[in-house]
């Protein structure tokens, strides 16, 4: 059990731009979840995957953030047109369950500056 | 945000017991989870527990639920100056598998 990984670790990119962030869940883990946090916040929930279903998505989500499983392994959320208010820790999350409640592992986050 | 809310700071004495409460609004929240986060890094799980659970115990840590007032509180035993740390509530939505959570109780403990 390596935990969660994602990648890149911090990424400072010019407005405008586009970025991908990855999350490579724990193996096997079938629950995989975006959250994002600013300065002083807590997270804020994105995005919720089964398997390779896109089960939840909030209205935080806007049509510039997509986010994708095609294996039901890892993940990707990209982000295009980078505005400064992008500026965030990403986290990603994953669990194993078939039941509601679970137990929530979640990676050590992704840092984007936006310039 | 506004549905989960904590005292953003506390300060304990090293040695002392640090009781971290938390009051949360959506009274359909089946499952409800502490997470510990240290400057630069991501949320460290600490334990969760089920709404039908008065109590529970994990070494140095105690959870205590009042679902009637949705209120919960992690009480850390013998703090020691590495549990200085955010520490989040983190209900889960009673419709979804969002975890909602607050802004975080900032905990210092000093010698």
């Known amino acids: 059990d390596t935990g969660v990984s994602q990648n890149p670790r911090h990424k400072i990119t010019k407005r405008g731009q586009n970025v991908t962030f990855r999350c490579d869940p724990i193996?096997?883990?079938?629950?995989l979840y975006w959250y994002r946090q600013t300065l002083g916040q807590g997270p804020e929930f994105l995005t919720y995957?089964?398997?390779?279903?896109?089960?939840?998505k909030s209205r935080l989500l806007s049509d510039r953030f997509s986010a994708e499983r095609p294996k039901g392994s890892f993940s990707t959320l990209e982000i295009q047109r980078t505005e400064q208010g992008d500026s965030a820790m990403y986290l990603c999350?994953?669990?194993?369950?078939?039941?509601?409640?679970?137990?929530?592992?979640f990676g050590e986050g992704s840092w984007l500056t936006v310039v | 945000g506004e549905d989960v809310e904590q005292s953003l700071f506390l300060s304990v004495r090293e040695g002392d017991s640090s009781v971290i409460n938390c009051t949360y609004t959506?009274?359909?929240?089946?499952?409800l989870y502490w997470y510990k986060q240290e400057p630069g890094a991501g949320l460290q799980l600490l334990t969760y527990?089920?709404?039908?659970?008065d109590m529970k115990q994990d070494q140095r840590l105690t959870v205590l639920l009042n679902k009637k007032d949705k209120h919960l509180s992690l009480r850390i035993a013998d703090t020691q100056t590495g549990d200085s740390a955010i520490y989040f509530c983190?209900?889960?939505?009673?419709?979804?598998?969002?975890?909602?959570f607050g802004k975080g109780t900032s905990l210092l403990v000093t010698p």
């Open positions: 999350a994953s669990s194993w369950s078939t039941e509601p409640g679970d137990t929530i592992y």
């Open positions: 193996s096997e883990h079938n629950r």
């Open positions: 995957f089964q398997n390779e279903a896109q089960l939840e």
């Open positions: 959506d009274s359909s929240s089946t499952y």
């Open positions: 527990t089920f709404s039908n659970m």
């Open positions: 983190a209900p889960r939505a009673g419709s979804g598998y969002a975890l909602n």
